[in-house]
């Protein structure tokens, strides 16, 4: 135990202050540090729990360590009065030393099947004010930096403050009353500054429109450089929106598309699309969307018994023809998709390939067609939607998962009068980007 205790000093310049600081865990005594800075937030106690109240923040210092419930926890006492509570299990599966952790790949190595759930710190001492040591049964040791604890604080409010941070789920909703958004597309393929607002802007309200674009095939592949990559699908890396003969989508068509969000079809849809107009047609085809998310809020109100239907039914959706190669697809949905706090994360809906066939028994069909109906009424209000008219150069980014689009009618003639290119890139891939363009920007500042 000494040998691994003295290891772990080695590694690290001891303050004087905290040179007795060894916690002798299995006695349950604290630890008497001074001074150390870093994040969290505000705690107090009550009735010997741990509440969290005020704001998160990252910049406290570690005060005193101690052990609690027979050494299942580490409490980490910061100079700003709050604390944080961790379970020894967790810290042993994260142990960033070299056996346990890949840094290169950031990365856990400790197999799990070599985890004891059951673990027991055996003493905890606090380094140079800014690293907590544990020792382990069979004396393997582990460090922790102060800010790496403060930030992954497991109360409640430090645990929304880092998932908003790591997921932006911050949302603004809007009805006929949008702003949209509206940048320059050469800034954001070449200043990240841009890029970043651009993806910032593009989670909170769900659409952006890029102005400035050559009109010409050939430029969404430049913004899916810029992100990454682009989707691939049975269209095609791009396709082309355009009146079709023998159309095998109703887009390829100058009809008037109702609102609806592309490739329902999938297990997994699409999470953004990208349309860039070409040509524009001199009367009609103005887009039309919808915050999905908005309008499912005002069902959820509004018609309760509605809006429990769309969010438990799972609807058939099927896709059969020939593009980019020949396909067949199927899938079930449920119109609305909820977390599991009851959150709208995902609307799934196209009339034109919602299947004929219904996998639910009859006397449900009729309820499912009314709730729906009022869930399409409710997009269709004027309240709700927002009308635009792209023009040639002109690119609009769009959260296929939140917003309902579609487009007015408009004629044909002898020669093509309106022409897009589409294209599909995966949420993942666009916050990836967006994490990255953050870091690299904040750290400018």
């Known amino acids: 135990m000494w040998t691994a205790i003295a290891k772990c000093l080695s590694r690290t310049k001891v303050h004087p202050a905290c040179s007795r600081t060894l916690l002798q865990a299995q006695k349950g005594k604290c630890l008497h540090q001074k001074n150390f800075s870093l994040s969290s937030r505000l705690w107090q106690r009550s009735s010997g729990k741990a509440q969290a109240v005020e704001a998160f923040n990252m910049s406290a210092a570690i005060q005193t360590v101690e052990v609690l419930d027979a050494n299942q926890y580490i409490s980490v006492h910061w100079e700003d009065g709050s604390k944080s509570l961790y379970p020894s299990v967790w810290l042993r599966d994260n142990c960033q030393c070299p056996d ?5 790949a950031k990365a856990r190595k400790l197999l799990l099947e070599n985890l004891d759930v059951n673990i027991e710190a055996k003493n905890v001492i606090l380094l140079e004010q800014k690293k907590v040591c544990i020792l382990w049964p069979d004396d393997h040791t582990s460090e ?4 790496w ?7 409640e409010k430090a645990r929304a403050k880092l998932q908003e941070e790591l997921f932006l789920s911050e949302r603004q909703y809007w009805g006929s009353d949008l702003q949209l958004p509206t940048m320059a597309f050469e800034e954001v393929l070449h200043n990240d500054e841009s890029a970043y607002r651009w993806l910032v802007t593009l989670k909170k309200v769900g659409i952006v429109l890029l102005t400035g674009a050559a009109a010409r095939q050939g430029e969404l592949l430049k913004l899916g450089r810029r992100i990454g990559f682009l989707r691939l699908t049975f269209y095609g890396p791009t396709w082309q929106v355009q009146d079709k003969a023998d159309a095998n989508n ?13 490739y329902p079809v999938m297990q997994f849809p699409p999470g953004v699309q990208l349309l860039h107009c070409i040509k524009q047609t001199p009367t009609g085809g103005e887009s039309e969307v919808v915050d999905g998310f908005h309008v499912a809020n005002k069902l959820k109100k509004q018609n309760p018994e509605a809006f429990q239907i769309l969010t438990s039914t799972a609807v058939d959706f099927t896709d059969i023809g020939v593009d980019y190669c020949d396909f067949s697809m199927q899938a079930k949905q449920r119109i609305i998709d909820v977390d599991d706090k009851g959150q709208v994360v995902r609307i799934n809906f196209n009339n034109a390939t919602r299947d004929t066939v219904f996998d639910v028994s009859t006397e449900k069909v009729k309820p499912f067609y009314a709730a729906l109906k009022d869930y399409v009424n409710l997009l269709n209000s004027t309240d709700n939607k927002y009308t635009y008219k792209m023009k040639p150069g002109d690119i609009a980014v769009f959260d296929n998962w939140r917003l309902l689009h579609g487009r007015q009618s408009y004629e044909t003639g002898a020669e093509i009068s ?3 290119e589409g294209a599909y890139a995966d949420w993942d891939v666009v916050m990836s980007r967006l994490r990255i363009l953050q870091k690299n920007v904040l750290n400018r500042k």
Request: aromatic letters at 18%; proline letters at 0%.
């Open 100 to 104: 346990c952790f890949l840094q290169s």
């Open 144 to 147: 922790f930096e102060a800010e």
């Open 149 to 155: 604890l403060k930030r992954r604080c497991f109360s």
């Open 250 to 262: 109703v887009a390829y068509t100058s009809d008037k598309l109702s609102f609806h969000t592309d």
């Open 418 to 420: 309106r022409f897009l």
